[in-house]
């Protein structure tokens, strides 16, 4: 299994600065085929379920805010939030589609400071 | 648009097969493009991946899971299910449906549906 690690398990940031969140693969996401990353963010606010914000490592989903940025390749992926709202307080997951089975990060937690 | 709906016993006995139906609406099941998978959450944790299927009836599981479930397709009631069986406190989660567009992320969820163990 693709082991996933987000670093890091939560992090406070104040309104309007930047959240930076790293999810760390065991292996590689990069296919040599089709030069994608196979790795997807997702956002989860309490009592919902996941919602998906980025795919591809960097493909932001439809109706996802400019603000929330991917970026990274291989085995080492960003989740940048580029200037935090309140709404933006959520735990957020790493994923991985590039083996089976499908494994997730532990989850960031993002507070308001 | 495309919804998703879990139902089923909140409550399940140890040693029993947990039983949840996903009913999606807006759309059909029998898309090209998607799976249909299962996602769990136990109070407090994070996402574990159960497995999918697709509307031919094809499926992949977690080999963590895999000896005790079944996920199957009712096409013609835009339905899927999951069947867990041999459950123990351990089972206990948050239980999702979702659609696995082209085999790859999630991008739809169901609201979840908390299943118990316990006597």
């Known amino acids: 299994d693709i082991v996933m690690t987000q670093s890091p398990d939560s992090l406070a940031v104040s309104l309007g600065e930047r959240a930076t969140i790293t999810c760390k693969s065991s292996?590689?996401?990069?296919?040599?085929?089709?030069?994608?990353?196979?790795l997807a963010w997702y956002q989860q606010k309490a009592g919902q379920p996941p919602r998906l914000l980025i795919y591809?490592?960097?493909t932001r989903e439809s109706g996802v805010p400019d603000r929330f940025s991917g970026s990274g390749s291989g085995t080492d992926v960003t989740l940048t939030i580029s200037c935090l709202q309140a709404a933006d307080v959520s735990v957020y997951y790493c994923q991985q589609y590039y083996s089976t089975p499908r494994t997730f990060g532990q989850g960031t937690k993002v507070e308001i400071k | 648009q495309l919804q998703l709906q879990e139902s089923g016993p909140g409550l399940v006995q140890p040693s029993e097969t947990l039983s949840l139906t996903c009913t999606v609406s807006?759309?059909?099941?029998?898309?090209?493009?998607?799976?249909w998978g299962w996602i769990r959450q136990a109070p407090g944790k994070g996402l574990e991946w159960i497995g999918s299927?697709?509307?031919?009836?094809?499926?992949y599981y977690n080999p963590s899971l895999k000896s005790r479930v079944t996920i199957s397709v009712e096409t013609s009631k835009n339905q899927f299910s999951l069947k867990l069986t041999s459950v123990t406190a351990a089972d206990t989660a948050v239980y999702y449906c979702?659609?696995?567009?082209?085999?790859?992320?999630?991008?739809?969820w169901g609201q979840g549906t908390l299943v118990t163990v316990s006597s």
């Open positions: 591809w490592a960097s």
């Open positions: 299927v697709y509307y031919s009836g094809n499926t």
């Open positions: 979702a659609r696995e567009l082209w085999r790859y992320y999630f991008d739809l």
């Open positions: 807006g759309g059909s099941i029998s898309s090209s493009s998607d799976y």
């Open positions: 292996q590689s996401l990069l296919s040599s085929s089709s030069k994608k990353n196979y």
